[in-house]
């Protein structure tokens, strides 16, 4: 009996670390950068490191215009939205290039407004590059594809890395990387039974 719980005990030591850091690599959508329309900077910043992305594969040639997507307010001056186009105007990118949508406050509104945004626009490539954290790309990437299942626009990601540093490998160990992983896992369990 003891020499089965101290085998317990080591399988379970063995394998927690690969489980756990499964868990974070699973919520981490493969980068797949295609020519695209769109690049669709999701809302959610806190360090300006998404419209950096953003502003990187734009002025690779990734896609013609970026439709920033959020509507939350940082005060009671200004909106995230505005403050990601000040920085995009910033590292210049021309404004008739940037594309406002400001109604969305989660990111199943953000597929919801950009798909109405896109209405009326011609598309080349029939596709959309979402830009957001790294950690947030398997949900952004299932909730548009669920938005734009009737379409025949394809979804592709492209993850930034955070300056705040949620830690993607040992991720536990760290407070803040905890409570982030954990409320996105939350957040993808509830969008997949919701939507």
Request: with cysteine; glycine share 4%; net charge positive.
């Amino acid at each position: 009996m003891l020499a089965v719980l101290v085998g317990c005990i080591i399988l379970a030591l063995l394998i927690y670390r690969p489980v756990l850091n499964g868990m974070v690599q699973y919520l981490v959508y493969p980068d797949t950068r295609k020519p695209s329309d769109f690049i669709v900077l999701l809302g959610g910043e806190t360090d300006g490191q998404r419209t950096r992305k953003a502003v990187e594969l734009y002025k690779e040639g990734l896609a013609p215009k970026i439709i920033v997507s959020s509507g939350a307010r940082i005060s009671w001056r200004t909106t995230e939205s505005k403050e990601m186009v000040a920085l995009l105007k910033q590292l210049h990118v021309p404004e008739r290039d940037i594309i406002l949508e400001q109604k969305s406050r989660s990111t199943y509104e953000n597929a919801l407004y950009t798909k109405k945004t896109m209405e009326g626009q011609t598309l080349r490539n029939k596709r959309l590059t979402l830009v957001t954290d790294d950690w947030h790309t398997r949900r952004s990437v299932y909730v548009f594809r669920q938005v734009f299942d009737e379409s025949d626009i394809e979804i592709c990601s492209v993850g930034s890395h955070s300056l705040e540093k949620v830690q993607l490998t040992n991720w536990w160990q760290d407070h803040e990387s905890m409570q982030t992983i954990l409320s996105e896992w939350a957040r993808l369990i509830v969008y997949v039974i919701k939507y």
